[in-house]
């Protein structure tokens, strides 16, 4: 929808040719299915909603994709409705716990108690009853159990099917899709995305009739600003200077960047940085501001209509300034320069930008959870309140009774205290590391519109519905697991979709924050474009492999890969592989007619250059080798007592021995203290190189170092015996250990090779570095040529070729046979490992049959499946603490030593390595299962407390799965019981 005028008001003749289409429609679907079910709305539905269930009504299944809050659930509550009406059954799928519990409560407000079933890894209520709600992980494992709840399923909504590009949880959204049963309707609600019709076409292939329904219109205006120093400018404009929506109704397709964007920001990078009395304030840029017209002035906040607001800010343009500096004497501290000139405003004084324009509630997305602590820090320094007393008192009334479910000592590692304060201010912080109960107060506050501010990450754009009048974004970087990447377009439209409520608020605003060379052209770019494709993360999983194949035989098993999504989108890009082969091969040959020299053969002379280099990284690599042997020798020759200084590596830092064991396997291992008062475990591939004994530490008796207290006082006199010795580690090490000395100036090989490239006659030519980087073009892309060919000749049947790989890998670890025909079944082991569902299957299958994890309590095999289910954070880098239990430590061992076995198997057969177990977390897990309160568990460990109860909800599940298993069956129930307690088992249980 385009209109060509941002005036709220239709025109008589737009309303009546309104008015005469909804009559049509009403005509269109007198006694039918639909006209019972819109009788429930006060409203008439969109366009695109009544289309999408016209579709279902006509028996096909649909794709709808529309924006974040466009309504696209009506389409799946309408597919409950029409299965009830059919008497048949239908489930409600939801790719994440928490909405499968939204979705359950919405569903039983509306339907009843007893007609709603709830069905997640550690949830199950009325699973038969004629509407469910599960995960999709549920569902997935029904079909390969071929549950008899499958019996009478008519309709199948899958919420959020863009999770199907997720790495972890996308490969089940696909196996759903392949092995529901041909007669089960699809209704399958996604965010939009830019290749719709591609995954359309994919569903009509494997589901057969389905219709694609797709709506770029959002339903609530948007407006875009930017804030750059203390001015608040739209971010488009039409010719006249005045300010457009960008997106829904009254959009404006003649929009332009606002010319005082391009003004200021030149204007910033050419002012100096301001130093003496004025340093304080924002360097005096002219104030003009570029919101004309839409918000309400400061003061007025929360208790003014918008329309009413429209025009303060023109009227206070003139005496702006004069206020402005007035605020600037006052304040102190700040955020970053701007060029060289404006002060980027902090982050209170966002906040009380945002209120002064009605722009509150509000969602500042910061893509760091210290960010977001750090924020709301800020703020209660600055005093920033954006309550009343009557929302204190209800919001008191709201703490005082979500919050009476934490114990009293667990109260100050959740940091209740502070968080109760910044809540009856207004304000607060939502990220994957709180408390899972802080968070969803949070979300109770925040929709009741008693909490006026969110400080959050990137993952609250992501299923949760909790819609803000604006949302600021602090940045247009963060951090994607691997390096600070800039934003895309689709996670642009992902996070600004949650400004602006429908029925709530007439318009939403989406506001950037201009940092350090900003560029409003760009920022444009980026919220004028809808690239959000869809790409799939389906792989074939040794799981999936043995289920296949105890359904179907393994022709049957091979086509159904082959059915993926994954395979139909590798199928479509061998044509465009074929035009960047024939661009690459007409690349190649300039740049070799570009690399010719007259005075010898240049691809002979880089050879040789190339052969030096590879020779240079093998001594190297041999002078590593020997310092990790003198590591190995150092470790054993330390005595209890020694003071070390430990080079780089994730135990860089300053240590104390306390015991060395000389005889593990793999080791030695080492046992040490830090000046934190940790305990950690050493051993050679843990330091690049030996470590320095610089001192010597009496100790207290072994048997007293189990006491947090004597561990302290410990540290504390390692600390003042490190007193003159260098604050940096690494030049301890270097002044008393060393490396080992380079053989690269004495090696016969480097020095013969040397010799050659000096005496070639291309050696001694003026333009050779000119000719070498031709050459270099050229090898690399002849590099680049042969990748394009391997993936052409991998992408045909490709994933079909990675399941026969990993068949032939389950065949010679005993969990297929043979059986007549070339026939592939699962063997007694295999079936077992259809049971496990885990990223680590293989891994986890092979350490029950080697007996790896039998002979624990109920801890130790609980902190032995953390480590089977973790994976930290490439962030992170957080160093495993030692657990004081040698079957758990035995356990830990044996499986790194499985894992390493089943790397070197999957290696042989071209699979993708298995990642080894990863006890970052155990020992937490292990003092918790052993009865530890919640703060005491964590003591000692940087682990947010979100990210425990979520991991704790892992382990549960995986124990969860081995409580079959005849020797560890009874184990696995008691190690449950263990972590399921206390705060991990209320949110476990909500």
């Keep these: 929808m385009n209109p060509t005028s941002s005036s709220d008001t239709p025109s008589p003749a737009q309303q009546y040719a309104r008015w005469a289409a909804e009559r049509r429609e009403q005509k269109a679907i007198e006694g039918t299915e639909l006209a019972a079910f819109t009788a429930r709305y006060p409203f008439a539905l969109d366009e695109f909603q009544l289309a999408s269930c016209r579709v279902l009504e006509q028996g096909r299944s649909v794709l709808v994709a529309a924006p974040t809050g466009a309504g696209k659930t009506v389409v799946g509550e309408f597919a409950v409705h029409l299965a009830l009406a059919q008497g048949r059954k239908v489930f409600y799928t939801a790719p994440i716990k928490a909405l499968s519990n939204q979705k359950h409560a919405e569903l039983t407000e509306w339907l009843g108690a007893e007609r709603v079933g709830l069905l997640t890894g550690d949830t199950s209520v009325r699973p038969d009853a004629d509407v469910v709600v599960m995960t999709t992980e549920v569902l997935r494992n029904m079909l390969y159990a071929d549950s008899s709840l499958l019996d009478g399923l008519g309709f199948v909504v899958m919420d959020e099917v863009h999770y199907l590009a997720d790495r972890l949880r996308g490969p089940v959204w696909e196996e759903v899709i392949i092995h529901l049963a041909p007669s089960v309707q699809l209704v399958a609600l996604s965010a939009t995305v830019s290749n719709a019709e591609e995954f359309g076409a994919w569903l009509q292939e494997v589901r057969g009739s389905t219709e694609i329904v797709v709506s770029e219109t959002r339903p609530v205006p948007l407006w875009q600003h930017v804030i750059i120093g203390d001015q608040m400018l739209d971010l488009f404009v039409d010719d006249s200077g005045d300010p457009v929506i960008s997106h829904g109704p009254?959009?404006?397709?003649?929009?332009?960047?606002?010319?005082?964007?391009?003004?200021?920001?030149?204007?910033?990078?050419?002012?100096?940085?301001?130093?003496?009395?004025?340093?304080?304030?924002?360097?005096?840029?002219?104030?003009?501001?570029?919101?004309?017209?839409?918000?309400?002035?400061?003061?007025?906040?929360?208790?003014?209509?918008?329309?009413?607001?429209?025009?303060?800010l023109d009227r206070r343009d003139h005496d702006h300034r004069g206020s402005r500096d007035h605020r600037d004497d006052r304040r102190s501290g700040g955020g970053g320069r701007i060029g060289g000139g404006q002060r980027s405003l902090r982050r209170p004084e966002v906040l009380a930008l945002l209120d002064q324009h009605a722009l509150l509630p509000a969602i500042m997305f910061i893509f760091s959870r210290a960010g977001c602590e750090a924020a709301v820090r800020q703020c209660a320094q600055s005093r920033v309140r954006l309550t009343s007393e009557q929302e204190r008192r209800e919001i008191r009334a709201v703490l005082d009774e979500e919050l009476s479910l934490i114990p009293y000592e667990d109260a100050e590692i959740l940091g209740v205290a502070a968080f109760r304060r910044a809540a009856l201010d207004g304000y607060a912080c939502h990220h994957a590391g709180m408390l899972p109960l802080l968070k969803t107060v949070v979300e109770h506050l925040f929709e009741r519109g008693l909490v006026k501010a969110v400080f959050a990450t990137e993952t609250l754009a992501l299923g949760i519905n909790m819609p803000a009048r604006s949302v600021v974004l602090e940045k247009l970087v963060k951090f994607n697991g691997v390096e600070h990447a800039d934003l895309t377009p689709g996670e642009y439209t992902q996070l600004t979709g949650r400004a602006g409520r429908r029925g709530i608020d007439t318009e939403g605003h989406a506001v950037v924050m201009a940092g350090p060379r900003f560029d409003a052209d760009a920022v444009a770019s980026l919220a004028s474009r809808r690239t959000y494709p869809l790409r799939s993360a389906f792989r074939p999983t040794a799981n999936m492999a043995v289920n296949l194949l105890d359904r179907f035989d393994l022709a049957r098993a091979r086509e159904t890969l082959e059915t993926s999504f994954a395979q139909f989108q590798a199928d479509r890009s061998v044509v465009g592989l074929a035009r960047r082969a024939r661009e690459l091969e007409e690349t190649a040959e300039s740049y070799r007619q570009a690399m010719e020299c007259d005075r010898g053969d240049l691809v002979?002379?880089?050879?040789?250059?190339?052969?030096?280099?590879?020779?240079?990284?093998?001594?190297?690599?041999?002078?590593?080798?020997?310092?990790?042997?003198?590591?190995?020798?150092?470790?054993?020759?330390?005595?209890?007592?020694?003071?070390?200084?430990?080079?780089?590596?994730?135990?860089?830092?300053?240590?104390?021995?306390?015991?060395?064991?000389?005889?593990?396997?793999?080791?030695?291992?080492?046992?040490?203290?830090?000046?934190?008062?940790?305990?950690?475990?050493?051993?050679p591939g843990d330091l690049p190189s030996p470590p320095a004994v610089i001192d010597s530490l009496r100790l207290p008796r072994p048997e007293k170092l189990g006491s947090g207290k004597v561990r302290k006082d410990t540290a504390a006199a390692l600390r003042q015996r490190l007193a003159g010795h260098d604050d940096d580690p690494r030049r301890e090490v270097r002044r008393k250990a060393g490396r080992t000395p380079s053989t690269a100036a004495t090696d016969e090989t480097l020095i013969a090779l040397r010799d050659q490239l000096a005496a070639h006659p291309c050696a001694d030519c003026p333009e050779l570095e000119s000719h070498l980087r031709w050459v270099n073009r050229w090898r690399s892309t002849r590099r680049d040529l042969a990748g394009v060919y391997r993936r052409i000749e991998g992408r045909t049947s490709s994933l079909a070729k990675q399941f026969d790989l990993l068949t032939g890998l389950l065949e010679e670890l005993g969990y297929l046979t043979r059986a007549g025909e070339g026939e592939l079944e699962p063997t007694e082991r295999g079936l077992r490992l259809r049971r496990i569902f885990s990223d680590r299957d293989l891994l986890i299958a092979e350490c029950l049959e080697h007996g790896a994890w039998e002979g624990l309590d109920a801890a130790g095999l609980a902190a032995v499946v953390s480590a089977a289910v973790h994976e930290t954070r490439r962030d992170e880098g957080r160093a495993p603490e030692l657990i004081d239990d040698p079957a758990v430590e035995a356990a830990l061992i044996a499986s790194g030593e499985i894992a390493a076995q089943l790397q070197a198997a999957e290696s042989r057969h071209g699979v993708d390595a298995t990642p080894p177990p990863d006890p970052a977390v155990a020992a937490v897990v292990h003092r918790w299962a052993r009865g530890m309160h919640f703060a005491a568990a964590l003591e000692g460990s940087d682990l947010p407390p979100g990210d425990f109860v979520r991991h704790c909800r892992q382990v549960v599940d995986l124990l969860d799965q081995l409580t079959p298993d005849e020797r560890l069956g009874a184990t696995a129930r008691a190690a449950i019981a263990a972590v399921r307690r206390g705060l991990v088992a209320q949110e476990i249980d909500r």
């Design 250 to 312: 009254g959009a404006r397709s003649d929009r332009q960047v606002n010319p005082e964007l391009h003004r200021l920001t030149a204007l910033a990078t050419q002012l100096p940085e301001r130093h003496g009395p004025d340093r304080g304030r924002r360097g005096g840029l002219p104030s003009r501001r570029g919101t004309r017209g839409r918000h309400r002035p400061r003061g007025s906040a929360q208790r003014r209509p918008e329309r009413e607001a429209r025009h303060d």
């Design 604 to 683: 002979e002379y880089a050879d040789i250059r190339e052969r030096m280099s590879e020779r240079e990284k093998s001594l190297s690599r041999a002078r590593a080798g020997a310092d990790r042997d003198r590591t190995r020798s150092t470790l054993r020759s330390l005595q209890r007592g020694d003071v070390l200084a430990l080079p780089g590596g994730k135990r860089r830092g300053y240590a104390v021995v306390l015991h060395v064991d000389r005889e593990v396997l793999g080791g030695p291992q080492v046992q040490v203290l830090d000046t934190e008062a940790r305990l950690r475990s050493i051993r």
